[in-house]
């Protein structure tokens, strides 16, 4: 005889909704809840790290950023500056390279100068309406009005012609305004648009030819110069 | 679906059989919490906290009424319980019946716990609660029943004092059959084999309660039973056993005995009166605890 079922006696009152237990494959429910909840957890972390690690590269990114931002601006001012200086330079170069011309009859006016006069101040412009006429005013300390022939011979010999003298003559201070024309010996006659020759003297009389000369064509973009003569020592 | 079936599915408690699930184990049940074991007699009450891995604690004894003793002792048992579950062995006002020509159905000794009419047929007694244990080999059953206004007032008397009832057994029954389970576990065809059939006397004592069953070969025969039959002295025991061994032909050929602690002098008693029986003590340390506990 074999009675091999262990059998349970229970005289206790049932309860009518005993459940019985579920079955235990399905305790993977919850284990994969738990592991999910668990994953859940491990990759928030993972994310979070990863995160801030991101707003920390991102951080660094925009501080190169404004660094480099910075630079730019620093290299585009100091570019700037290198290129306005280059171009002062430039307008310097080429206010001498304009001025050039001049300078022989500068030097001829100064050394022009007897030595009972001097030069209180020379200024040659050159006329920015007109690039090929050039402004003179020419302030002298002279006794007799044979300077302002001499300067004005002077002026003659390097080729200019002068237009529109004006000259004002008070206690041996002379103040002698005109209009400058290069006019070389075989140059072409002074278109009839040229300016007026009729001399304006208020207190001598007019020192400079009355001529119309012609005047070669001065390149618009001359620059015009002003420069000024320091009276001759 | 409510917040506690998705709670004890998370805590895996859902898995586990209900504390009142009267079709599973007692450590299934409570794998882990304190419950008590309470053994519950005509005159006194005997009791035992069993803890987590099947280890037993604290116990006592107390006589009286079981009401009394539950309403004095509730404090100090609820300190045993870590949820207030009780199992209760019953040891006085039942009866133990062998039977013969029940029904045989399959399942039958399931069925008789939630319909006792259909596995006992004319046999079923209102008011009564019935265990079965079907011979398979012959035609004979053990019957357990126990008077149903005893298990209310029992379950009445734990829940006023708020503990709760697990499971209710009578332990005698349970360590008869698990004596018979012992008895019977060897070879099936050896005893049918043998040329005269081993004639074995299942003696079962429990703190007062004592029964004993007669098994030739695979026949169980004789079955007696008394509650309330004796208390410290076992010689109302021991007479039974001697009258019931000259009433027959011939002596058994082993005696198997069993009681709900050890140092009983019973076996020692039956090896000198009965000298060609075979006495074997089965008894082990808190052979009832242990065995209403289904921790063996």
């Known amino acids: 005889m074999k009675i091999a079922r262990r059998l349970i006696d229970d005289l206790k009152t049932e309860r009518p909704n005993v459940t019985p237990p579920l079955p235990a494959y399905l305790r993977l429910v919850p284990i994969l809840f738990y592991g999910a909840v668990l994953g859940g957890i491990v990759l928030s972390g993972l994310f979070l790290v990863v995160l801030r690690n991101a707003t920390a590269t991102e951080q660094q990114w925009k501080a190169e950023a404004a660094e480099t931002t910075r630079q730019l601006a620093e290299v585009q001012a100091a570019r700037g500056m290198l290129e306005s200086q280059a171009r002062r330079a430039g307008d310097i170069v080429a206010w001498v390279e304009g001025a050039r011309s001049l300078q022989p009859l500068l030097v001829g006016i100064i050394r022009g100068m007897e030595p009972t006069s001097s030069i209180i101040s020379l200024e040659i412009a050159r006329d920015p309406s007109n690039s090929r006429q050039i402004k003179l005013d020419l302030k002298l300390n002279a006794q007799s009005s044979r300077q302002i022939d001499s300067t004005l011979q002077e002026i003659a010999s390097h080729d200019y012609r002068t237009y529109n003298p004006n000259q004002t003559q008070s206690r041996g201070e002379v103040d002698y305004q005109a209009t400058l024309l290069y006019q070389p010996a075989r140059s072409l006659p002074v278109p009839a648009d040229g300016p007026s020759v009729a001399p304006k003297t208020s207190s001598a009389p007019a020192a400079g030819p009355s001529a119309t000369p012609k005047t070669p064509p001065v390149p618009a973009a001359a620059p015009s110069v002003a420069p000024k003569a320091s009276p001759a020592p | ?296």
């Not at chain 2, 604290?58 to 509730?74: E, H, M, P, V």
């Open chain 2, 1 to 296: 679906m409510t917040l506690k079936d998705l709670k004890d599915v998370l805590t895996f408690a859902a898995f586990r059989p209900e504390p009142d699930d009267g079709t599973a184990l007692w450590t299934r049940r409570f794998p882990v919490e304190k419950t008590l074991l309470l053994n519950v007699g005509k005159n006194r009450t005997s009791w035992r906290c069993l803890a987590k891995g099947g280890r037993l604690l604290d116990g006592g004894l107390q006589r009286g009424d079981f009401k009394d003793i539950a309403t004095s002792l509730a404090p100090e048992w609820r300190k045993l319980t870590d949820t207030g579950w009780c199992n209760v062995s019953l040891n006085s006002r039942y009866i133990i019946s062998l039977e013969s020509n029940l029904p045989r159905k399959e399942g039958i000794e399931d069925v008789i716990r939630t319909s006792p009419r259909a596995a006992l047929g004319s046999k079923f007694e209102r008011s009564k609660r019935y265990a079965l244990t079907n011979n398979p080999e012959h035609a004979t059953s053990i019957v357990l029943s126990c008077e149903e206004e005893v298990i209310k007032k029992i379950e009445a008397a734990l829940a006023e004092n708020s503990l709760q009832t697990g499971r209710i057994c009578c332990g005698t029954y349970t360590l008869l059959r698990r004596l018979i389970e012992h008895a019977n576990a060897d070879d099936p065809n050896a005893q049918k084999n043998a040329a005269t059939p081993a004639q074995l006397l299942l003696v079962v004592c429990n703190e007062g309660s004592v029964c004993m069953l007669t098994q030739t070969g695979d026949v169980w025969s004789d079955l007696r039973s008394r509650s309330d039959f004796y208390d410290e002295n076992t010689e109302p025991v021991f007479e039974m056993i001697r009258a019931k061994c000259e009433a027959a032909e011939s002596p058994p050929s082993e005696i198997l005995f069993v009681a709900d602690q050890p140092g009983s002098d019973l076996p020692a008693r039956l090896t000198e009166k009965f000298p060609d029986s075979k006495v074997t003590d089965l008894t082990e340390s808190d052979h009832l605890w242990a065995h209403i506990a289904d921790l063996r």
